[in-house]
């Protein structure tokens, strides 16, 4: 049985001045990027949904993404960057950093796998949905994002579809003890919010020697699946737009930025 958490236990803890503030927090819902989705209009910028557990949790190319109550941490950012929607992969790429370093604190050899999933030894134990909800009004466009936040926390196992290629902070730790989810959230609102608003200023150049070092695909070998099509070849770099600078085996180079692409280590 897992230690349950609390909102009150996050809200103690959060130290953000607008990211969290507005905090809303279930035991169990289908997906916090759902209903922040479907209830946009109500929300502003920085308002934070966790649940404790999600029965139809959504994952990057449909897959699902689901764990026991109190196992991880399922929680959805809503930012409101008042910019193009084109800005989406260098956001979700600087909140996948901010994650990262969220995750500093547990020494554990995290990295980053383009375009935002946190791996150990190429496991995955995080990932993010970033969805872009558009609203029309008469004379404007307003983009806001939805970053949708998967962690594997305190899971001490998997579903055998998943098992080889998952793993969670515990199971990594090899540690009797739980890591506390509330601490994490609430060291994950602080973290985004600094980013965010440092990247609103100073773009992503300001962070793209820190993705890079911390990013586990340059100059690695990959299959490269988007658009339906896959490739193999090597991940040269990462531009300053955020996409990837692809070379095939074929020898053609491409910059690759749909949010759709997943990067596979070939076998
Ligand atoms: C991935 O496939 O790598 C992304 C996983 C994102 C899962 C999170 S959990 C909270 C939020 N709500 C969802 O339905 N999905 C995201």
């Known amino acids: 049985m897992k230690r349950k958490y609390e909102q009150s236990d996050i809200k103690n803890k959060l130290d953000t001045r607008i990211i969290g503030k507005n905090l809303i927090f279930f035991d169990e819902i289908e997906s916090t990027n759902d209903y922040l989705k479907e209830n946009i209009n109500q929300f502003s910028e920085g308002t934070v949904v966790v649940s404790r557990s999600q029965t139809k949790g959504r994952g990057r190319r449909g897959n699902n993404w689901e764990n026991g109550a109190d196992e991880g941490i399922f929680m959805s950012i809503l930012l409101k960057p008042n910019q193009k929607i084109n800005s989406a992969l260098r956001i979700s790429l600087v909140c996948a950093l901010s994650i990262f370093h969220s995750l500093e604190f ?4 995290i990295k980053i796998k383009w375009p935002n999933d946190l791996t150990i030894n190429s496991k995955k134990v995080g990932g993010i949905l970033t969805e872009i909800v558009s609203i ?7 983009n806001s994002l939805i970053i949708g936040i998967g962690i594997n926390v305190n899971n001490t196992s998997f579903p055998d579809e998943i098992k080889d290629n998952a793993t969670s902070l515990k199971l990594e730790k090899g540690n009797d003890e739980d890591f506390d989810i509330a601490d994490i959230i609430a060291l994950i609102c602080k973290n985004v919010e600094k980013s965010y608003y440092t990247y609103l200023s100073e773009r992503f150049k300001f962070f793209i020697d820190d993705y890079k070092q911390n990013c586990s695909n340059i100059m690695q070998e ?3 699946i988007y658009s339906d099509k896959e490739e193999t070849g090597t991940v040269l770099d990462i531009n300053r737009d955020g996409s990837i600078l692809f070379k095939s085996y ?3 180079i491409k910059s690759v930025s749909s949010g759709d692409v997943s990067l596979k280590v070939s076998n």
């Open 222 to 224: 990959v299959k490269l």
């Open 106 to 109: 547990t020494k554990l050899p």
């Open 136 to 142: 029309e009004d008469v004379d404007s466009i307003e």
């Open 250 to 252: 074929s020898g053609e």
